[in-house]
């Protein structure tokens, strides 16, 4: 009788890379390594098979069958964050890191000013007593990243859509980067650091960060990718609260460009943008904060509506981030204990 191999059990870990082409080593621990909290999502080889019919005479087709595409978009991962790689998959989309300080805790600031994001390599183990099933991932490319804390879930998460040129390779000795022992950042460890538009809100119930770079692999000859090539990307920003008095000036900003308009007023065509930062703290040494100094409050969807049995009113603020001036549209700053760049 058969044995089924034991889906509970695996391990993720990813190394960058020095550049395209050259594989992340399996013997790293330095940092650009990690095996971060493997929460759900998976890595595939994506080997696609497509078919030419022909006319044989026949009443049932036998077309010619030929593999198609291999890799490309080889799945999406969502992790926990911790301290130690807050500041790691940022870099990886965004393709920067300038590190400061001279000493614990070191300062990492991450821009989306850079040009192109980084490659790095995605080691996949699934299964013990059955297979295992170890899958190695290179010349990798994370395509899009989430990030998502909130009410409903505490535990803040990246959820990444990664791409690969070369997928799929078999591995017999796994990677040697171990877990972090630090717990997973909580959404409440942001409490009282929601700016928005130059006002503290705590009635937040959910936070997202979404940097999409609008990534596609190109096929040439082969039936694997030759290059990821990225398109204009945006970053989207958005924060999901309640009607109080403090967010009714902001929803009547959006729509009449004052907090408190004036009696007949009608709405008008400036487009509301405001600043928007927040910042996870662990301790005085280990902090994740984003900031977008300009982001486009979109007032769409805004209805605020009597209810027949009472309760909150919902209302969700953001939109597109845009640079000001000089400042990118996302700056990342993470303190950690690790002295050199995640790029």
């Given at each position: 009788?058969a044995?089924?191999?034991?889906s509970?059990?695996?391990t ?15 013997a ?7 095996r ?13 098979l497509d078919q030419?019919?022909y ?6 087709a ?6 198609d ?11 926990q964050?911790?301290p130690?790689n807050?500041?790691l998959?940022?870099a990886?989309?965004?393709?920067v890191?300038?590190?400061t300080?001279a000493?614990?805790p070191?300062?990492?600031t991450?821009?989306?000013?850079a040009?192109?994001?980084a ?8 299964g013990s ?19 998502t804390?909130g ?6 998460h990246?959820e990444?859509a ?10 017999a000795a ?14 409440t ?7 928005f538009d130059?006002t503290?809100?705590?009635e937040?119930e ?13 096929y040439?000859?082969s039936?694997?990718?030759l ?5 204009k990307g945006?970053i ?8 109080t008095?403090?967010t ?5 900003k959006a729509?009449?460009?004052a ?12 487009v ?7 910042k996870?703290?662990r ?6 904060e ?19 049995e009472?309760?909150?009113i919902p209302?969700?603020f953001?939109g597109e981030?845009?640079k000001s ?6 700056t ?5 204990g690790d ?5």
């Open positions: 009788m044995t089924a191999i034991e509970g059990i695996g993720l870990n990813y190394v960058k890379q020095a550049a395209k082409g050259t594989v992340g080593s399996a790293s621990v330095a940092v650009g390594s990690n971060p909290r493997w929460f759900e999502g998976s890595l595939k080889v994506a080997k696609r030419e019919p006319i044989d005479g026949q009443r049932f036998s077309p010619q069958m030929f593999t595409a291999v890799g490309g978009e080889v799945g999406d991962l969502t992790v964050i911790q130690e807050g500041g998959w940022w990886q989309i965004l393709g890191d300038t590190v300080g000493a614990d070191y300062t990492h991450i821009t989306s000013a040009s192109s994001g490659w790095g390599t995605f080691w996949q183990k699934v007593a059955v297979g295992p099933d170890r899958l190695r991932f290179v010349d990798c490319k994370v395509a899009q990243l989430t990030e804390a009410v409903d879930q505490k535990v803040l990246h990444l990664v791409r690969s040129l070369a997928p799929g390779q078999v591995y796994d990677a040697a980067k171990t877990e972090d022992t630090s717990d997973s950042y909580l959404f460890e942001l409490t009282g650091s929601i700016v130059g503290v809100v705590q937040i959910t936070e997202t960060i979404t940097v999409n770079t609008e990534m596609e692999p190109f040439g000859d039936i694997f990718p290059q990821l090539i990225e398109k945006t989207v920003r958005t924060v999901d609260s309640i009607v008095d403090d009714l000036g902001k929803y009547r729509i009449w460009n907090a408190a308009p004036a009696t007949d007023a009608v709405p008008v065509k400036d509301f943008y405001a600043a928007l930062t927040s996870f703290t301790s005085a040494t280990r902090t994740l984003r900031t977008c100094p300009k982001v486009t409050v979109r007032p769409d969807d805004f209805e605020i509506a009597a209810q027949r009472a309760g909150k209302i969700s953001g981030c845009l001036g000089a400042s990118p549209a996302l990342v700053v993470a303190l950690t002295a050199t760049a995640y790029v």
